[in-house]
């Protein structure tokens, strides 16, 4: 008898402390598949953007940005970045770089990550045809493309 009683003492706090201990297992984990960091290791990839400017309104961009066929933009802390190119190889990011360098424009390389299984297949393969020319009408339709492509599968 003073067994049972013993264990009904300490049955409803072990239980407690375990469901407790569940959620709050849970709730940690949950916190670490929102954070980016956590996410950039599941698959991402490294891509280099070429960058064209840097703009403090939307209008401004356009207006600048009038020379260029295709391109992309980004928003951070209130400045429009204009990308021209973008690579998953350093070399033909440096290809890149120079093409618009060599056409009178600004280039800048920009390392960041993504994810997009899609996109990054496609860009391999254009990063491929680009690996092997040095023709710039090749550079520029390729250029076109893979930023035609990015606004097709990551902005929809």
Same mark, same amino acid.
């Given at each position: 008898?003073?067994?049972? *009683? ?132 090749? *550079? ?17």
């Amino acid at each position: 008898m003073v067994m049972v *009683i013993i264990m009904k003492k300490y049955v409803f706090p072990v239980a407690l402390a375990l469901v407790i201990g569940l959620f709050m297992a849970n709730f940690f984990i949950n916190q670490y598949d929102d954070l980016g960091t956590i996410k950039l290791n599941r698959g991402s990839e490294k891509i280099y953007y070429i960058q064209h400017g840097a703009y403090s309104s939307m209008e401004s961009m356009k207006t600048a940005m009038t020379s260029f066929e295709n391109y992309i933009y980004s928003k951070e802390d209130n400045i429009y970045y204009a990308y021209v190119g973008i690579t998953k190889n350093k070399e033909n990011a440096e290809k890149i770089k120079k093409y618009f360098n060599d056409k009178g424009y600004d280039a800048y390389i920009k390392e960041k990550r993504a994810d997009n299984e899609g996109f990054l297949t496609i860009l391999g393969q254009y990063d491929n045809i680009l690996a092997e020319t040095t023709n710039v009408d090749t *550079i520029k339709v390729i250029c076109n493309q893979v930023l035609a492509k990015y606004e097709e599968i990551i902005n929809t």
